[in-house]
């Protein structure tokens, strides 16, 4: 292994982690707009919240194992994968912290 | 009581995480054959701390939350939950998800000493520092919520 080369587990689970961190958002916006998928992940594990985290952990790690056996470290070299995770965090938080800005409304009315 | 105890165990194991991430830090960044040991040691250690935090914290939000949201959204900081609460508790899934892949990263990637490596560990450990920072500040809003909620 070069050092331009990723030792296979690195790389498959630093790709799945970038898919999961993604995929957060995804879940979000797909519960919180559809009353169906709210009320499915809610009756799936009793509260949507556990279902949803559940649904990352299990993807992180089944993605993470998937793409470990495809040899993904000739194509990825840690100073790519350490941007693609940063972006990734950026994008997730930046769509998380922007679909609930609308109820910071209240914020301006504050009363002391 | 147990309330009170769950709340104070998931900021304590979280703050540990913290702490433990900084220090993870400061090693990677005068990573050498000497500390290798202790960096996967303090990788695992955010690892479990921060999942310690999760399981903990997500009982408390399921089990006993619901009192003081109402509370909170009866109150004149109704966005206490409406907004830190609602981003917290999905950002930390960002936390959770960096920290199971830290210790994989730091067991697994080789050398520290090349700085590809190296990098890739210190911007994960900062992102874990960071948003675990984020949590503290968004938990201590909520808990704000909770008190002039109760009009104190």
Not at chain 1, 89 to 99: E, L
Not at chain 2, 5 to 28: C, K, P, Q, R
Not at chain 2, 100 to 125: C, E, F, V, W
Request: proline share 2%; charged share 15%; aromatic share 12%.
């Amino acid at each position: 292994m070069t050092n331009s080369q990723m030792e296979k587990y690195s790389a498959g689970f630093g790709l799945s982690l970038i898919v999961t961190i993604l995929l957060n958002p995804i879940v979000l916006l797909c519960k919180e707009l559809n009353a169906n998928v709210m009320s499915a992940l809610k009756s799936a594990l009793g509260h949507h919240w556990t279902t949803h985290g559940v649904i990352l952990i299990v993807v992180f790690f089944v993605l993470g194992f998937v793409f470990s056996g495809m040899k993904l470290g000739t194509k990825l070299d840690s100073e790519k994968l350490m941007k693609y995770i940063i972006w990734a965090v950026i994008i997730s938080g930046i769509i998380i912290a922007g679909f609930f800005l609308p109820n910071l409304k209240a914020a301006s009315a504050i009363k002391y | 009581m147990l309330n009170q105890g769950f709340m104070m165990s998931h900021v304590l194991f979280g703050i540990l995480g913290i702490l433990f991430a900084v220090a993870l830090f400061v090693d990677v960044v005068n990573a050498s054959e000497k500390n290798s040991g202790r960096i996967k040691k303090l990788s695992l250690a955010v690892c479990v701390l921060i999942v310690l935090a999760y399981l903990i914290g997500g009982y408390w939000y399921v089990v006993y939350y619901g009192g003081d949201r109402d509370i909170i959204k009866a109150g004149k900081w109704p966005w206490a939950h409406n907004y830190f609460m609602e981003v917290k508790e999905h950002v930390f899934f960002l936390l959770l998800i960096l920290s199971l892949y830290l210790p994989i990263a730091a067991h697994r990637i080789g050398s520290l000493t090349d700085k590809k490596n190296r990098n890739l560990i210190l911007a994960i450990s900062a992102l874990i520092i960071l948003i675990g920072l984020f949590m503290d500040g968004a938990g201590g809003i909520i808990s704000r919520g909770v008190t002039i909620g109760l009009g104190r």
